[in-house]
């Protein structure tokens, strides 16, 4: 048990333990969020809930969609993914078409939005999906899971608000839902420079080529800065690991097509030599 746990927390933990669904285990751990302690030396704690969460959630939705006949509002990624959020007429629509080559509808009543809508931003070749989906309300991490579970899945956050409350309301709905991701604030009618959302995601760009060809340019891979060789490969083919060899890279190295092994940490415009088995 906690330090300091009041009487409520304690309610919501036995209730939990004694849950048998999953949808109750759910509802029991939002409590347990809700009444956690907020002190330092309960940030443990409180990790360990949202990371809890995040499992349940998963699991949750593995079961809906093997139900026959359900339709799903699940988006397939496409490299780094960035869900837009916010309460209803906070211009997300606008934002997504300023970013993207989507044409998504946009008019001056709520709710314009009825699904996700997807479309992909370069930045300088690298491609970045941008996801914005229907309008949040109040109560969102128990009425509207599904479109909360788009977000957990994503990599990042664009989250849209016309005030502190509004944004303050929408946050505590991520934690509530167990969401624990980079997020970037925007007021509404901001337009972020496609620069700006590479970097705050803190993403590099890594090019590939074949040996005795010349790199591509037209597609980079799209990384977290501190990725490895490895990670650069398992965004190729789920099998690198094990036809792995060696790899050749040119920029982050001492000289120029320097051989390197699985665990070298690339640099934002760096060319890889993948060879393989």
């Given at each position: 048990?906690?330090?300091?746990?009041d009487?409520?927390?304690?309610?919501?933990?036995?209730?939990?333990?004694?849950?048998r669904?999953?949808?109750?285990?759910?509802k029991?751990?939002?409590?347990?969020?809700s009444?956690?302690?907020t002190?330092?030396?309960?940030e443990?704690?409180?990790?360990?809930?949202?990371?809890?969460?995040?499992?349940?959630?998963?699991?949750?939705?593995?079961?809906?969609t093997?139900?026959?006949?359900?339709?799903?509002?699940?988006?397939k990624?496409q490299?780094?993914?960035?869900v837009?959020?916010?309460?209803?007429?906070?211009?997300?629509?606008?934002?997504?078409?300023?970013?993207?080559?989507?044409?998504?509808?946009?008019?001056?009543y709520?709710?314009?939005?009825?699904?996700?809508?997807?479309?992909?931003?370069?930045?300088?070749?690298?491609?970045?999906?941008?996801?914005e989906?229907?309008?949040?309300?109040?109560?969102?991490?128990?009425?509207?899971?599904?479109l909360?579970s788009?977000?957990?899945?994503?990599?990042?956050?664009?989250?849209?608000?016309e005030?502190?409350?509004?944004?303050?309301?929408?946050?505590?709905?991520?934690?509530?839902?167990?969401?624990?991701?980079?997020?970037?604030?925007?007021?509404?009618?901001?337009?972020?420079?496609?620069?700006?959302?590479f970097?705050?995601?803190?993403?590099?760009?890594?090019?590939?080529?074949?040996p005795?060809?010349e790199?591509?340019?037209d597609?980079?891979?799209?990384?977290?800065?501190?990725?490895?060789v490895l990670?650069a490969?398992?965004?190729?083919?789920?099998?690198?690991?094990?036809?792995?060899?060696?790899a050749?890279?040119w920029?982050?190295?001492?000289?120029?097509?320097?051989?390197v092994?699985?665990?070298?940490?690339?640099?934002?415009?760096?060319v890889?030599?993948f060879?393989?088995?």
């Amino acid at each position: 048990m906690p330090i300091n746990a009041d009487a409520d927390f304690v309610l919501a933990q036995k209730k939990y333990e004694e849950a048998r669904t999953l949808e109750e285990k759910i509802k029991y751990l939002r409590e347990m969020l809700s009444t956690a302690p907020t002190h330092k030396g309960a940030e443990k704690l409180r990790k360990e809930l949202t990371q809890r969460m995040v499992r349940l959630r998963k699991e949750l939705e593995k079961q809906k969609t093997k139900k026959k006949g359900r339709k799903s509002l699940a988006v397939k990624k496409q490299g780094f993914q960035v869900v837009i959020i916010g309460f209803p007429n906070t211009g997300k629509s606008s934002l997504l078409k300023k970013l993207t080559n989507a044409e998504p509808v946009i008019a001056d009543y709520p709710f314009t939005t009825k699904k996700p809508e997807v479309g992909m931003m370069d930045y300088e070749g690298a491609k970045l999906q941008l996801v914005e989906i229907p309008a949040l309300l109040p109560g969102a991490s128990e009425k509207q899971a599904e479109l909360l579970s788009i977000v957990l899945n994503a990599d990042g956050v664009i989250l849209v608000y016309e005030n502190e409350e509004q944004k303050q309301a929408l946050m505590n709905e991520l934690y509530l839902f167990g969401i624990d991701k980079p997020v970037m604030f925007l007021e509404k009618g901001s337009v972020p420079k496609p620069r700006d959302l590479f970097n705050f995601f803190n993403l590099i760009r890594v090019y590939t080529k074949e040996p005795g060809e010349e790199p591509e340019r037209d597609n980079p891979l799209v990384l977290k800065r501190g990725s490895t060789v490895l990670d650069a490969g398992k965004e190729i083919h789920k099998d690198f690991v094990r036809k792995f060899k060696y790899a050749r890279v040119w920029g982050s190295t001492k000289f120029p097509g320097q051989r390197v092994d699985k665990d070298h940490v690339l640099k934002d415009g760096d060319v890889i030599e993948f060879h393989v088995k």
